[in-house]
């Protein structure tokens, strides 16, 4: 059992550079998140996607873009990386419904320097 | 106003304590809550849910008060174990599944 499955774990970008992380998810839940988490802050909504070609800004999409092209995979970019932006980035998925779970990814851990 | 807020703590507590998190939500339409646990570095993974009746799982107890947006979590005979952060998180209604979290309120039980 996959899970979600987050890429790379790790990871150490240059001021200016891009990336995407990359998040699938195998167990056919429509709903899925990317977080950001600073220490002490908990964790941040960036984006969200309710569905497949769907997605909705969160509490802090500034410098990001999403891509929601099926209903496994939910990819998250950085077009040019600022140093504000290390944090570790979670991605989870849900099920539809109210009293559901949401099952996260081991998290990446993004240093930009 | 941040959307659900708790206490950050640390609570330092000895070994067999009874416990206490409390979380304040401000949309009166949110409609699921629950309680996450996270482990120094790990995801985050799913406590237990919180019911308008309230409900215990072994050792933990929650609780919803809807009127004053209000949920709290009681761990009683703590284990060391139990160390970690507790993550209060809300999910709004109507089909709109958007999780929305709390810092956490971090738990250190020590011997």
């Known amino acids: 059992n996959a899970g979600v499955t987050q890429t790379p774990k790790f990871q150490v970008l240059k001021t200016g550079q891009s990336m995407t992380l990359q998040c699938a998810q195998d167990m056919n839940h429509n709903s899925m998140y990317w977080y950001r988490q600073d220490p002490g802050m908990g964790l941040r909504l960036i984006y969200y996607?309710?569905?497949?070609?769907?997605?909705d800004k969160g509490e802090v999409p500034n410098g990001y873009n999403v891509s929601r092209l099926n209903k496994r995979e939910f990819s998250l970019r950085l077009e040019s990386a600022a140093p504000s932006q290390t944090s570790v980035y979670f991605c989870?998925?849900?099920?539809?419904?109210?009293?559901?779970?949401?099952?996260f990814g081991q998290g990446t851990r993004l240093t930009v320097v | 106003r941040k959307e659900v807020e708790q206490d950050p703590g640390p609570f330092n507590v000895p070994e067999g304590a009874t416990v206490a998190f409390n979380c304040t939500y401000s949309?009166?339409?949110?409609?699921?809550f629950f309680w996450y646990r996270q482990d120094c570095r790990k995801e985050p993974k799913l406590l237990m849910s919180v019911y308008s009746s309230g409900n215990e799982d072994g050792r933990f107890t929650a609780q919803l008060n809807r009127a004053s947006q209000y949920i709290s979590l009681l761990i009683r005979d703590s284990k060391l174990s139990d160390s970690a952060t507790y993550l209060c998180v809300v999910k709004a209604g109507g089909g709109y599944n958007k999780l929305i979290f709390g810092a956490g309120t971090r738990l250190a039980v020590h011997p």
């Open positions: 996607s309710a569905s497949e070609g769907t997605t």
């Open positions: 989870a998925s849900s099920p539809d419904g109210g009293d559901t779970e949401a099952f």
């Open positions: 949309n009166s339409a949110s409609q699921s």
